[in-house]
């Protein structure tokens, strides 16, 4: 007997009507995705929200009454918690750190494909944390400006399991996937990456990950991953 798929349900906040209705038609070719409702500004963004109470909300940081990073500010003040993936044509540095200050999943670019980004929307969905390539070096380059050596540095500070298991959660694989693959139970790799998380003073998955591979860039002239990779 065929189970039946039980669909990511999503909100998309896009102030451009075209945009919307371009990404409404993208999403709704997949059935492993169910779109509760759009808005186009951040009051009706808000709204629909708290309404519909979606498990993921596609984003754009730029928004006719307002900025993207304090809606999702909003988000996370509520009492319901949805991952969120940024969609945007924003590369400053500015827009890129304060979004994931606010806690989101996934950054990318506009610039990309719909494959990628339904791929993008699968990842998040499952737990994934999404880095544009691009946004990745920004991230590198601010960490680098920043004198953030010292903090990439902490990497070494780390036990061969705990940078084991860093290095699978680089490659943006989930606690369950990194149980699998190290042969652990996923309580044993949620202790380990706290652990991580504690040791390197990140507070997110995808600010442990850029220190990674920014860290094993710096000492062994590894190339940085692919988004997602």
Not at 78 to 89: D, E, F, Q
Not at 137 to 161: F, G, I
Not at 195 to 205: D, F, T
Request: net charge negative.
């Amino acid at each position: 007997m065929m189970t039946s798929v039980i669909p990511t349900k999503i909100i998309i906040v896009e102030d451009h009507e075209v945009v919307r209705l371009g990404l409404r038609q993208l999403i709704e070719d997949c059935e492993e995705f169910e779109i509760l409702g759009e808005a186009g500004n951040c009051r009706d963004a808000m709204t629909v929200y708290e309404e519909k109470k979606p498990d993921l909300v596609l984003l754009d940081l730029m928004l006719p009454d307002g900025s993207g990073v304090d809606l999702c500010k909003k988000m996370r003040a509520s009492s319901h918690r949805s991952k969120i993936l940024v969609l945007t044509s924003c590369e400053d540095d500015r827009c890129i750190f304060d979004a994931f200050a606010q806690g989101i999943d996934g950054y990318i670019l506009k610039n990309i494909n719909g494959e990628a980004i339904i791929s993008a929307l699968h990842d998040v969905a499952a737990g994934k944390s999404i880095l544009d390539p691009s946004v990745t070096q920004h991230v590198v380059n601010h960490m680098r400006d920043s004198s953030q050596s010292k903090q990439e540095d902490l990497v070494e500070t780390l036990s061969a399991q705990e940078r084991r298991v860093l290095e699978q959660v680089a490659k943006g694989l989930t606690n369950k996937e990194v149980a699998s693959v190290l042969n652990l139970s996923e309580k044993t790799v949620k202790n380990y990456f706290s652990n991580v998380l504690s040791k390197l003073y990140a507070s997110r998955r995808t600010e442990a990950a850029a220190l990674y591979w920014s860290y094993i860039r710096r000492r062994e002239s590894y190339p940085y991953p692919s988004s997602g990779s």
